[in-house]
C-alpha cells in the first residue's frame, strides 16, 4: 500500500497537470460537465478547476495532513449534492490522502470532473481502484466506517436516518444541508472589495454553500456602487442563459409588492428584511449597529461562512469562518474547515 508522501505527490502532480486548459482529460471532463444539465458556464468550470488544482499544491497538502496517515485505513462514503462544479474535491482528497477506499455519489449537475481526475490520481498513484462512484451507495451505508454528505436539505435528512439506522457513531457522519454565505460591509469598502464580493455572490449563479445570499450593509448606504460591480463581473463571467429566465417570477413579484429592487444581466437586488432568497437573488439589508447584525449571525443555523473585511470580521467576533472579500470560493485546504474534515478522516 502506498504511503501518505507517495500519495500526497500523486495528488500534486495531478493537480499540477490539470492547471493546464488543454490537459486531455481536463478539456475532456470540462466538455462533458458545461454538456450536462446544469447551470454552469465555461468560465466558472474554468474557474473551479484552476482553483482546487492551484490549492492542492506540495506544500498545502503537507501543511493540511501534518504527516498523519490514517490510525487504520477503512471505507468513506461521500454524497455530493450542491450544485457547483467540483463540488466534493476536498472530501475527495482528503479520503485519499488518509488512505481510506472512498465511494462517491456524484451530484448529477458535476458527473464527469472528480471521476476524470480521479481516474489520474490513482494512475499516479499506482493503485487503481480506491476511488469509486456509485450512484446507490447509500444502499451500502452499513459497510462505511465514515459517511460525509452536502447538498438538498431533505436528501441530508435522509441520509441521517439511514445513518442511525446502520448504526454509524454520529461522530462519523458529517452531513451539511442548503447552506449559504453572508456578506457584511461598512462604509468604506474599497472597488476592489466590492468586486471581490461580486465573485463570492455570483461566480456560481449564487449556488452552493460558499455564494453569498444576502448583504448586510450600513442604513443609508447606496448600492449603486455595488451594482455597478455586479456588472462588472458579469462582463467577465457571463451568467448562463437560463438565468434571466429563473429570475423572471422573483422580480415579478417584487414589482407587484412594490418594493425596492434593481437587476441586471443574470442578476436580482432586493432590498428589505434579512431573509435569504433562492440563488441568484440577493437580499440587502441594512443595520444601524453591528451588534443587531452579531445577533442575527449567531441565531442562523444553515450560516456556511462569513464575508467581511478583517476590521468588521473583528468587530463581529462569531465563531463562524470569516473570509475577505473575494475569497469565499478561494477556500484553502488547512482552513478551519478543511482542517475539521481532514481530523475526521484520518482519526
Known sequence: MSTLDDRIEAVAATAKAWRAPEHPARAEAAERTLASDNRFTEESVAFAINQAAHAANPTALRRWTAGRESAEPGRVGLWLGDAVPMVGWQ??????????????????????????FA??????????????????????????????????????????????????????????????????????????????????????????????????????????????????????????PDRAGALEMPRAFLKAAKASYAWGDGFLVSRGEPDVQAPGHLRWAE?????????????????????????????????????????????????????ALYALLAG
Open 119 to 240: 481516474r489520474e490520481l490513482e494512475r499516479a498513484n499506482g493503485e487503481e481502484g480506491r476511488i469509486r462512484f456509485d450512484p446507490d451507495w447509500p444502499g451500502a451505508m452499513a459497510g462505511f466506517d465514515v459517511v460525509w454528505g452536502s447538498g438538498a436539505s431533505e436528501d441530508v435528512a435522509r441520509l441521517a436516518e439511514h445513518a442511525a439506522e446502520v448504526g454509524l457513531p454520529g461522530e462519523r457522519v458529517r452531513l451539511h444541508g442548503e447552506r449559504y454565505a453572508v456578506a457584511v460591509v461598512g462604509a468604506d469598502e474599497t472597488p476592489e472589495a466590492r468586486i471581490g464580493i461580486a465573485e463570492d455572490t455570483w461566480l456560481y449563479g449564487g449556488e452552493g454553500p460558499r455564494s453569498v445570499r444576502l448583504l448586510w450593509a450600513p442604513e443609508g448606504l447606496s448600492p449603486d456602487p455595488y451594482l455597478d460591480a455586479f456588472s462588472a463581473f458579469h462582463e467577465l463571467f457571463p451568467p448562463h
Open 287 to 339: 443595520y444601524t449597529g453591528l451588534g443587531a447584525v452579531r445577533d442575527w449571525l449567531r441565531a442562523q443555523d444553515d450560516l456556511a461562512l462569513l464575508v467581511a473585511s478583517p476590521g468588521l470580521a473583528a468587530e463581529l467576533n462569531g465563531s463562524i469562518e470569516v473570509v475577505a472579500p473575494g475569497d469565499a470560493h478561494r477556500p484553502r485546504l488547512h482552513d478551519a474547515e478543511g482542517q
Open 91 to 116: 472530501p475527495m482528497l482528503a479520503a485519499f490522502l488518509a488512505g481510506h477506499e472512498v465511494v462517491v455519489r456524484l451530484a448529477p449537475s458535476s458527473p464527469a470532473l472528480l471521476p476524470l
